[in-house]
């Protein structure tokens, strides 16, 4: 968490965050595949998808993560998907996913 505030400074505060491996489990080499499907519809259909059983969240965590149950966005303007996957093996991953208008 601390790298994504430092990459992006003051813009953390306006993204929501969230994990679908806590999902799906450890995919391996089809990680980056399957994230990249999740992130695609994520844009299409406007809605972050929830990272599930946070019991008990770093209260120093500062930033908006989604938990439990997938979140709306918004309706209109520009929207930035930001996809890292990482496996076993190297087969790591990072893909952006902007909408249109």
């Given at each position: 968490?601390?790298?994504?505030?430092?990459?992006?400074?003051?813009?953390?505060?306006?993204?929501?965050?969230?994990?679908?491996?806590s999902m799906t489990g450890h995919l391996l080499g089809a990680a980056g595949a399957l994230e990249a499907v999740f992130a695609?519809?994520?844009?299409?259909?406007?809605?972050?998808?929830?990272?599930?059983?946070?019991?008990?969240?770093?209260?120093?965590?500062?930033?908006?993560?989604?938990?439990?149950?997938?979140?709306?966005?918004?309706?209109?303007?520009?929207?930035?998907?930001?996809?890292?996957?990482?496996?076993?093996?190297?087969?790591?991953?990072?893909?952006?996913?902007?909408?249109?208008?």
């Amino acid at each position: 968490m601390a790298a994504i505030r430092r990459a992006f400074g003051a813009d953390a505060d306006h993204m929501a965050i969230s994990g679908t491996k806590s999902m799906t489990g450890h995919l391996l080499g089809a990680a980056g595949a399957l994230e990249a499907v999740f992130a695609v519809q994520a844009v299409r259909d406007r809605v972050a998808p929830p990272t599930i059983n946070i019991d008990n969240l770093d209260p120093a965590v500062d930033l908006d993560i989604v938990r439990d149950q997938p979140r709306q966005l918004a309706a209109d303007g520009d929207l930035l998907v930001l996809d890292n996957s990482f496996g076993f093996g190297g087969h790591n991953v990072a893909l952006a996913f902007r909408s249109h208008a």
